[in-house]
């Protein structure tokens, strides 16, 4: 490996650490005051496995499909892949999320994401496309709505993913 390759990935892996004692901190103030840890633990394993991907010279993108992972892209968009291809989630959401849990993403990076974490993006884009159907059937009647067809299709598919993935999951832990 040479050796600005080496500094990178050092830099990636300390940025990780630092991400996952941000998230930690975040899950364990949250257990204190008795809230919901789902989320913030979603983060903090996905953070986890991607720390580990990278010490061993793994792209979270790349090279672990399939499965879920998010990248922040130049302009700071947060976009989530399935099996390589982009999922249309909410980035304004998702990036909310991750900076709730105490974690700031840096652009450029990319991180694996729990199937789980994955569901609760795509079901908020979904319900945030069913108000933008409904919004286009009542303003419009039906201009504009093959767009919004294609996107719930997309949507589905990778929240019928997600689903599979946790149950795989759940019987190779049984």
Known sequence: MNEE???ESDAALALIARQIEAARFELDLRRRLGEDLGLVR?????L???FLA???GLEPRRDLCPGFALEVQPGGEM????DGQPVPVFGPYVGYIFSAAGVDLEIGQSLL??????KDFI???LGRLAREQAWLEWEFAASGLAEVWERK???VAASLAADALMERRAREAA
Do not use: D
């Not at 979603?42 to 996905?46: D, Q």
């Not at 994401?113 to 994955?118: D, F, I, K, N, S």
């Open 54 to 56: 990278t010490s061993v």
């Open 5 to 7: 390759v080496r500094a």
């Open 79 to 82: 976009v989530l892949f399935h």
């Open 153 to 155: 299709i997309e949507l």
């Open 42 to 46: 979603g983060i903090l394993s996905g």
């Open 123 to 125: 079901e908020e884009a």
């Open 48 to 50: 986890r496995l991607t």
């Open 113 to 118: 994401v729990e199937p789980e974490l994955a």
